[in-house]
């Protein structure tokens, strides 16, 4: 079987904010048809689909509630496979969204599990009763904030959601929910999708006992989680034993594997959240009956430092797991341009261009977010126009997600960035993204998105790069460098992560390459990298 997934670069479009046809001011299915030519020029293997689905997007689609129908913002079932089609066409792989640890409450399945306790789906979600005295089962939160369990009248009992109200969590310890689930994954299978990304993977399985969850004594108040909040938060201030992660859910991640392997060349990536996120991917990933690669939130956190990155490949090899992937933005998290944003433009570019080197030269399936090609920073979305329900709730500490989820900028001169010809669109689009627009780039030598594609295919000519393994040389002083092994090439990657000049002795036994675009001056044997900048060579 195919295993085009190994250390392949995957590019994640948010559909709302990548590409609006329809003149609606939000992103759909055509829109993203019309810019397959962008990304199959950006040089990226594949396209990671955020959810499509039908939905009343409490949570802007990963509330679902129809698995198998196009919600009509984004178009219809004719444009999706028009859309993979072309994909295909162009020689892009498809992995699309599976949102199957909660749907909607609007699906059906709950519109008929909440009416009573002996429906024939009053098993299919996670229903609770009251403890005697009228509150919760037990002391489960919701990452959304509040308690994690919501009452319903009907059925006198309460229903288990991890994330907002309205997304109640399946019941997929109940074999017909994991049966009807698997066949929604077989549905996209058959309509000829590579794949998918399992939204919040290890949250399938509770508790049977819903036993209470432990306080978590290595709280720390006042750390930064993924850019969005620094106030101490309840849900971190526990010890998630109970309300996932559970050792049986690995049977069903098996029955998922294993009709995933009945067809050639497909692949999953799992989403890991965890309070041990990297011991999580590791369990999740071992062996060939597991799922393929799976990233965690650790780097999606990351801010700074080389001793950092390092540390999180040790880790992850010290627990022998499968294959990694790795990210260090999404559509939930503070963009990575800016974390250690730099006053100077010009540094703050050559930034953004030293990092895509450096992720997409480490050991594992990446995935770049949209809008990174661009070094588009996170924008400051004024209070009366956010969107997340969850920035308008931690609001003032935080606004939330909204920022790293604005729409894609491809004119600087059009209306709306040429994103949509709406009169308006449904996040705004800050004028510094419009500078950074898709035009002005393609047309300036130096431009980030310019540095992306070339270094994009220059790194296709070193399997090193791609499916080698790592080891870590120096990892020290915003200093990092390492080396990749395949077959019978070496390739050494060295990366300043700081905005001094860093300097290192050149090996006998390396030979420079040129090429890949990242400012270094070598003199002798002495490699010199100015601020943010990087070497490349191969072992002779």
Same mark, same amino acid.
């Given at each position: 079987?195919?295993?085009?997934?190994?250390?392949?670069?995957?590019?994640?479009?948010?559909?709302?904010?990548?590409?609006?046809?329809?003149?609606?001011?939000?992103?759909?299915?055509?829109?993203?048809?019309?810019?397959?030519p962008y990304l199959a020029a950006l040089g990226v293997d594949g396209i990671w689909l955020s959810p499509f689905y039908k939905s009343p997007?409490? +949570?802007?689609?990963?509330?679902?509630?129809?698995?198998?129908?196009?919600?009509?913002?984004?178009?219809?079932?004719?444009?999706?496979?028009?859309?993979?089609?072309?994909?295909?066409?162009? #020689?892009?792989?498809?992995?699309?969204?599976?949102?199957?640890?909660?749907?909607?409450?609007?699906?059906?399945?709950?519109?008929?599990?909440?009416?009573?306790?002996?429906?024939?789906?009053?098993?299919?979600?996670?229903?609770?009763?009251?403890?005697?005295?009228?509150?919760?089962?037990?002391?489960?939160?919701?990452?959304?904030?509040?308690?994690?369990?919501?009452?319903?009248? $009907?059925?006198?009992?309460?229903?288990?959601?991890?994330?907002?109200?309205?997304?109640?969590?399946?019941?997929?310890?109940?074999?017909?929910?994991?049966?009807?689930?698997?066949?929604?994954?077989?549905?996209?299978?058959?309509?000829?999708? +590579?794949?998918?990304?399992?939204?919040?993977? =290890?949250?399938?399985?509770?508790?049977?006992?819903?036993?209470?969850?432990?306080?978590?004594?290595?709280?720390?108040?006042?750390?930064?989680?993924?850019?969005l909040y620094t106030k101490p938060f309840p849900y971190d201030m526990q010890r998630h034993l109970y309300d996932k992660s559970q050792p049986e859910n690995l049977l069903f991640i098996e029955r998922l594997r294993a009709l995933t392997d009945q067809y050639d060349?497909?692949?999953?990536?799992?989403?890991?959240?965890?309070?041990?996120?990297?011991?999580?991917?590791?369990?999740?990933?071992?062996?060939?009956?597991?799922?393929?690669?799976?990233?965690?939130?650790?780097?999606?956190?990351?801010?700074?430092?080389?001793?950092?990155?390092?540390?999180?490949?040790? $880790?992850?090899?010290?627990?022998?797991?499968?294959?990694?992937?790795?990210?260090?933005?999404?559509?939930?998290?503070?963009?990575?341009?800016?974390? #250690?944003?730099?006053?100077?433009?010009?540094?703050?570019?050559?930034?953004?261009?030293?990092?895509?080197?450096?992720?997409?030269?480490?050991?594992?399936?990446?995935?770049?977010?949209?809008?990174?090609?661009? #070094?588009?920073?996170?924008?400051?979305?004024?209070?009366?126009?956010?969107?997340?329900?969850? #920035?308008?709730?931690?609001?003032?500490?935080?606004?939330?997600?909204?920022?790293?989820?604005?729409?894609?900028?491809?004119?600087?001169?059009?209306? =709306?960035?040429?994103?949509?010809?709406?009169?308006?669109?449904?996040?705004?689009?800050?004028?510094?993204?419009?500078?950074?627009?898709?035009?002005?780039?393609?047309?300036?030598?130096?431009?980030?998105?310019?540095?992306?594609?070339?270094?994009?295919?220059? $790194?296709?000519?070193?399997?090193?790069?791609?499916?080698?393994?790592?080891?870590? +040389?120096?990892?020290?002083?915003?200093?990092?460098?390492?080396?990749?092994?395949?077959?019978?090439?070496?390739?050494?990657?060295?990366?300043?992560?700081?905005?001094?000049?860093?300097?290192?002795?050149?090996?006998?036994?390396?030979?420079?390459? +040129?090429?890949?675009?990242?400012?270094?001056?070598?003199?002798? =044997?002495?490699?010199?990298?100015?601020?943010?900048?990087?070497?490349?060579?191969? $072992?002779?």
């Open positions: 079987m195919s295993e085009w997934w190994r250390g392949a670069v995957m590019y994640q479009i948010y559909p709302r904010s990548f590409c609006d046809a329809r003149g609606d001011g939000i992103g759909d299915l055509k829109g993203i048809t019309e810019k397959i997007m409490k +949570d802007f689609g990963y509330d679902v509630s129809d698995y198998l129908s196009i919600d009509p913002l984004f178009g219809t079932m004719q444009d999706f496979e028009e859309m993979l089609a072309e994909m295909h066409k162009h #020689g892009l792989k498809l992995i699309i969204d599976l949102v199957l640890s909660h749907t909607s409450d609007q699906h059906e399945w709950f519109k008929e599990s909440r009416r009573d306790t002996h429906n024939s789906k009053a098993d299919w979600y996670v229903w609770a009763d009251p403890k005697p005295d009228g509150s919760p089962p037990n002391n489960w939160l919701s990452i959304f904030g509040g308690v994690a369990w919501d009452y319903e009248g $009907r059925r006198g009992q309460y229903y288990m959601h991890s994330f907002l109200t309205s997304q109640p969590d399946l019941n997929v310890r109940n074999p017909e929910v994991q049966d009807a689930l698997l066949d929604v994954a077989k549905f996209w299978l058959e309509k000829g999708v +590579d794949g998918f990304r399992l939204d919040v993977a =290890n949250f399938y399985m509770h508790d049977e006992q819903l036993r209470d969850n432990p306080p978590q004594t290595e709280f720390e108040p006042g750390r930064v989680y993924n850019g060349g497909k692949m999953m990536v799992a989403e890991i959240g965890d309070d041990n996120s990297m011991k999580t991917c590791t369990e999740y990933t071992k062996g060939d009956n597991r799922l393929h690669t799976a990233y965690n939130m650790e780097l999606l956190g990351w801010h700074d430092g080389a001793e950092e990155i390092h540390e999180l490949f040790t $880790r992850y090899n010290s627990y022998e797991g499968g294959w990694p992937a790795w990210a260090f933005s999404n559509h939930d998290v503070l963009r990575i341009a800016s974390r #250690g944003k730099q006053d100077n433009p010009d540094l703050q570019k050559q930034r953004v261009k030293m990092l895509t080197a450096l992720l997409t030269s480490l050991r594992g399936t990446i995935f770049l977010y949209q809008g990174e090609e661009l #070094g588009l920073t996170e924008a400051d979305v004024p209070f009366e126009k956010l969107q997340d329900p969850f #920035g308008i709730f931690l609001y003032p500490d935080s606004k939330g997600r909204d920022g790293c989820r604005t729409p894609i900028p491809w004119t600087s001169a059009e209306k =709306n960035a040429g994103f949509s010809a709406a009169e308006d669109t449904w996040l705004p689009i800050p004028e510094e993204h419009r500078l950074s627009a898709v035009s002005t780039q393609e047309n300036d030598p130096s431009s980030v998105l310019n540095f992306v594609r070339q270094f994009l295919e220059w $790194r296709k000519h070193h399997n090193a790069l791609i499916t080698g393994e790592i080891d870590f +040389d120096i990892a020290k002083n915003n200093l990092l460098v390492f080396s990749r092994q395949t077959g019978d090439e070496t390739v050494i990657a060295g990366f300043n992560l700081g905005s001094d000049v860093k300097k290192l002795d050149k090996a006998a036994d390396w030979e420079l390459l +040129d090429g890949h675009g990242l400012p270094v001056t070598v003199n002798d =044997n002495a490699i010199e990298l100015p601020a943010f900048g990087g070497f490349f060579a191969k $072992r002779v």
